[in-house]
């Protein structure tokens, strides 16, 4: 299945194959604007900025002490472990320093020693996925994970999961907020799993000191249950934020059959949505609003996407490539209708087969 556009237009699909691409020229007009150079003063001001926050943070919860107020702090601290979790995801791809190795040290310390995510799972999984986004059966993302993405996921959901999955676009939003939960439990499984792990000794190390060093101060300084409302409160904001940055990118765009072989100026661009709004959006969205020209230049910094925005247009334009860019509650009406359509090929639950097959009748 696949939605051509934002327009919301459902249809069935297969990409050309051999088309010509315009992938070349365009990474060479990119370069020549110097678009692809590192924006190291930006990362550091970025850095120092979120420091700050969280060390404002730190210091509003030390202060407010046994006080309701305390949930401010950690809708606070949700949504600053979001703005960290951006720059790590920057930092896997190249976008900070020239040096690979450098941005993985920052990569690691970021997202596994203060947001609490497993570096290696994230490098793995969003590897496989820039590689062959929307590709059914080869991106990650597209695997069944609570609710579906691809019809044939739905309709082998059986019992609650078939439950969820019919009802998956009412439900996805609020599914959102326990996302930061399971984040960190797979980020845990695969770091103590049997699998290979990149560093695997430094990440469990970096996880479960962060998880000490922040859970602990929680309960005891907090009475027992707002330390539980903290926590829930924190989790849930960071799901939120995590899962409504994400979900606009790809859910709803063209998806490829696993034996299309679009080139891969259409592979990236037909399946990669954008979002208006300019500088404001490109804060809270850490970059992720210019999803075509990530996908595009991976390793290109944040600052350099809304210039090489330009010069992609004028590409898919001329080579008759559809650009999608929208709002971004058009996106979500998107997302959602797109989520609806995948959830109905779920089997019905609590209906009897005998009187389903009689109604048909």
Known sequence: MSLASAAGTFRTTTPRTGAPSGFAPLLN???EAGLLRRSQVFYLSLLTTLVLALGGAIAGFVLLGNSWFQLLIAGALGVIF?????????????????????????????????????????????????????????????????????????????????????????????????????????????????????????????????????????????????????LGVQLAVFGLYMGLSFAPNHIGMTMFTIDAKPDFLRKQVLSSRNIRGGMPMTALMGGLNYQIEHHLFPSMARPQLAAARKIVRETCARDGIAYTETTLVEAYRVVLAYMRTVGRSAPRVFECPVVMDYGRL
């Open 82 to 230: 979001t703005q960290f979790a951006f720059l790590g995801h920057e930092a896997s791809h190249r976008q900070v320093f020239t040096s690979g190795k450098a941005n993985d040290r920052v990569g690691r310390a970021v997202a596994s020693g203060l947001v609490g995510l497993s570096y290696s799972w994230w490098m793995n999984k969003h590897t496989r996925h820039h590689g062959n986004p929307n590709v059914v059966g080869k991106d990650p993302d597209l695997d069944i994970d609570t609710v579906s993405f691809v019809d044939v996921d739905a309709a082998s959901a059986r019992g609650v999961r078939a439950f969820i999955t019919r009802h998956q676009s009412k439900l996805f939003f609020p599914l959102l907020a326990f996302e930061g939960i399971n984040l960190h439990v797979k980020s845990f499984l695969h770091a103590f799993g049997k699998g290979k792990v990149d560093n695997r000794s430094l990440e469990i190390v970096l996880l479960v000191v962060r998880m000490v060093v922040v859970v602990t101060p929680i309960f005891l300084v907090l009475p027992l249950g707002m330390a539980f409302a903290f």
């Open 29 to 31: 007009r990119v370069k």
